[in-house]
């Protein structure tokens, strides 16, 4: 019954490695965001698709590439991991961007990269 | 979108009101105020959001001063699960992107 779920909870992996974080909702939303809470716990977006289009995408490295199969699923695909990747990524969904303001977050995947 | 200014950090006895408050002086007309929290470990949730008048729901009020520079989140009844850092954001209605803050970590105390 969870709303947004994300796979996995947890990530190790060593630097270099690629890694794909993964993100679905059943809430039958158009919009689907990622965001990244650094050790500091400041929360930024990084992306947002719109009905599986891009709309946001702040000043990511090339290494994030987000992909949209369907409307239900965005997932991250991280190449060339970074000691500075490490971090607690979240997935979010609205209904739409003009209801964009009522965001429902996934419970994170934290990443360690050793 | 405007700067909010919450304080750092807050406590609360269980069962009493928590008054958290949020300063946005720099506000322009079409920008509301929204509130999210994030309870320790989790996704943040969203709790509430308003533009001129003061709004309610099942989990909080919101308070807007008349010149809307400064707004107050009300939980009425404060419990142990209401420990949660707290994020008053302030951005125009059609931007859909919310820009996170520091936040108030309220602290529930028995």
């Known amino acids: 019954d969870t709303a947004v779920s994300q796979t996995p909870k947890y990530l190790v992996t060593q630097m270099g490695n690629d890694k794909s974080i993964k993100c679905e909702q059943n809430?039958?939303?158009?919009?689907m965001y990622w965001y990244k809470q650094d050790s500091k716990k400041f929360l930024k977006i990084m992306f947002s698709?719109?009905?599986?289009?891009?709309?946001i995408n702040e000043t990511v490295p090339n290494r994030f590439s987000p992909k949209s199969p369907d409307k239900a699923h965005l997932n991250l695909h991280i190449n060339s991991l970074e000691l500075g990747d490490s971090a607690v990524y979240f997935c979010a969904s609205s209904q739409d961007l003009a209801l964009g303001y009522e965001q429902y977050f996934g419970p994170g995947t934290r990443l360690t990269v050793t | 979108d405007a700067k909010t200014t919450q304080p750092t950090s807050m406590d609360c006895a269980e069962g009493r009101a928590a008054n958290l408050p949020c300063n946005h002086s720099?506000?322009?007309?079409?920008?509301?105020v929204y509130w999210y929290r994030q309870i320790h470990s989790q996704g943040p949730q969203y709790i509430i959001h308003?533009?001129?008048n003061n709004e309610t729901n099942e989990m909080a009020s919101l308070i807007i001063t008349e010149d809307r520079k400064s707004s107050t989140l009300i939980l009425p009844h404060a419990t142990l699960r209401d420990t949660a850092v707290y994020y008053c954001?302030?951005?125009?209605?059609?931007?859909?992107?919310?820009?996170f803050g520091k936040g108030t970590l309220l602290t529930v105390n028995p």
């Open positions: 308003g533009l001129k």
């Open positions: 809430l039958g939303h158009d919009t």
């Open positions: 720099t506000i322009s007309g079409n920008e509301y």
């Open positions: 954001i302030v951005r125009v209605g059609s931007n859909y992107k919310l820009t």
């Open positions: 698709y719109n009905n599986k289009e891009l709309i």
